[in-house]
């Protein structure tokens, strides 16, 4: 699995020059590196087929690889306040913080939603900040229709960095697949192609 581009929609410093962020970038970027589809192959490979593939697995493999980093997924963690905002993925901080990362699955009305719910983290103090993981436009071609894509979000980038009340980093990743063919496996919609990625 490729990263393209790494956006700042909010960073004003506070986080994002501290060692524990440079950890936190390493973990996502190890973990949506990790992806591999066929599994034994050396990268993320999708059929060659329009909306031919599902995403909750992909998004599975992702959030499995950073628990065994030591983050926490909604069905995990512990802190109550973040349970109740069921982020997919957070890791708590060494000043009793945490980070999120959403893993988008949804249409880009659900990618609004999920920076709203990252961006609200932070405003009440629970978030030192979040990143949100989408694909790329090419990549969208090949997955459930109309899941939320970078370029469909980037038009309200300003709008969604445009607050001077918060505080840490809010970020935006785009991923992309290494290559389609016809011999790869589509990946299972819903559940039950977990056992793919």
Not at 1 to 27: A, Q, V
Not at 42 to 49: I, P, Q, V
Not at 153 to 169: H, S, W
Request: proline share 4%; no cysteine; charged share 30%.
């Amino acid at each position: 699995m490729k990263i393209l581009r790494k956006t700042f929609l909010i960073d004003d410093g506070s986080f994002s020059e501290t060692p524990e962020f440079d950890k936190i970038m390493d973990n996502i970027e190890d973990a949506i590196r990790a992806i591999k589809n066929p599994k034994e192959s050396d990268g993320f490979f999708l059929y060659d087929k329009k909306q031919g593939s599902g995403v909750k697995p992909i998004k599975d493999a992702f959030i499995e690889k950073l628990n065994t980093l030591g983050w926490e997924d909604e069905t995990i963690v512990q802190n109550p306040s973040i349970k109740k905002r069921k982020i997919d993925s957070s890791l708590q901080l060494s000043n009793g913080q945490y980070f999120g990362v959403e893993w988008e699955t949804g249409n880009i009305s659900s990618s609004h939603r999920a920076i709203n719910r990252l961006k609200k983290g932070m405003l009440e103090g629970d978030l030192a900040g979040g990143i949100l993981v989408l694909p790329s436009r090419k990549m969208y071609y090949y997955l459930t229709d109309r899941i939320g894509n970078y370029q469909e979000l980037e038009p309200y980038f300003d709008v969604m960095g445009d607050t001077a009340e918060i505080k840490g980093l809010l970020g935006v990743i785009e991923i992309e697949h290494d290559g389609v063919g016809q011999d790869i496996p589509a990946i299972k919609k819903g559940t039950d192609g977990r056992a793919l990625i």
